[in-house]
């Protein structure tokens, strides 16, 4: 399940609700994302999304863990728009019946989602804003899993 | 179409109906009034989306379509 | 900070508290244990531990991934006394200024509680009640850290 | 002194106190009304602790003295 929202959202009441009556799952790897201050040099980050294509190139290529690392299911929640620095941009949980296998789940899922994923990143800094392109350890990361 | 990223601030907008029949049609069609723009569409890692679906090469476009120029994609967080 | 609790608690509150406020954390990672029901096997899980040393154990193990990871500080809550499946188990939450170092900060806290922290740990099953000791597998996850 | 786990199910107590001056001293007294029980605190991968430290070998013991059997640790959940 993917969802994109521009509003800010609660990576713990997703967790939450996640976790509600799981009585065979054993093991709930999640990895939360946070907007970095980097103490004042960032005011804002600006995440701009294609609607109806991001969470759908995000699905899709999610399907690719299910049978990997055998998931039962999972959570994937992305902010979108203009984020403070404190504020959730991802939220993501595999659950896995061993703790290993969620681990790597969570990771190459959040591999895919740093360097890959369809999102066009700006930077706003008090010298003005700057879009970001992936970095050559963004790629060497994401081919780890290839 | 529509544009995404650097492309949408450097052209100044996001969002404009453009009559064109196929890709390079709306192509020469930008370059006759932002040439700089039109380059940039061209330009190294742009991709683009007819109907959210990535295409490449030369493609018509129905009277309808929905053209997006992507530039490199960042990531999320 | 190592918390032991003998009543049930919210992973999801747990992880909502522990993200309030980082401007500079960019990554927290975590894990959460849920006691199984192994398909009706499983009744309950008791968890015993020893007052007084089994926290202040595990706070001295988990000093090494701060030094190891170079954790900003991290939260730890584990369940004693008698769980019904579902209930949470465990809840670890390292933040990172990197995934990487997220992700392997709790994966080498998990095998160290998972095979070698000073609990003794009983399923009760339809058949009675059985006192588990580590299998060869926990002390093989445990080891690739040493 | 103190029982965990399995060793607490065999004795049916799991809190005790014991007059004892070493050790020594407190596992020939376990053994003179419990043999099996003594027994099974000097098997395999029994640890003492005293007064929270694990501690190996003789040691005397304070009036006050904690005193701990601790079976294999199984890992918490």
Redesign the interface.
């Known amino acids: 399940m993917v969802t994109l929202t521009s509003e800010p959202f609660e990576p713990g009441a997703v967790l939450t609700t996640f976790c509600a009556g799981r009585n065979e799952t054993g093991a709930v790897a999640s990895f939360t994302?946070l907007a970095r201050a980097e103490h004042g040099a960032a005011l804002a980050l600006g995440?701009?999304a294609?609607p109806?294509?991001t969470a759908?190139a995000i699905a899709a290529f999610a399907e690719a863990p299910w049978a990997r690392f055998a998931l039962q299911d999972y959570v994937l929640i992305?902010r979108t728009g203009r984020l403070a620095p404190g504020e959730a941009?991802?939220f993501v949980a595999p659950p896995a019946g061993h703790r290993r296998a969620a681990f790597e789940a969570c990771d190459f899922l959040m591999d895919?989602?740093?360097?890959?994923?369809?999102?066009?990143?700006?930077e706003h800094s008090p010298g003005g804003g700057r879009?970001?392109?992936?970095t050559a350890q963004?790629r060497t990361d994401a081919q780890r899993w290839d | 179409m529509?544009l995404?990223?650097?492309l949408a601030?450097q052209a100044g907008w996001r969002d404009r109906v453009v009559e064109a029949s196929s890709l390079t049609a709306l192509r020469d069609a930008l370059a006759a009034v932002d040439p700089s723009l039109a380059e940039a569409l061209s330009g190294p890692?742009v991709q683009v989306?007819v109907d959210?679906a990535i295409v490449r090469g030369e493609t018509f476009l129905a009277a309808s379509a929905e053209v997006?120029f992507?530039?490199?994609?960042?990531?999320?967080?």
């Open positions: 994302g995440l701009e294609y109806g294509f759908a992305h941009i991802v895919y989602l740093k360097s890959r994923a369809p999102f066009w990143k700006k879009w970001i392109e992936p963004d | 529509l995404f990223g650097r601030d890692g989306a959210k997006a992507l530039p490199p994609m960042s990531g999320g967080w």
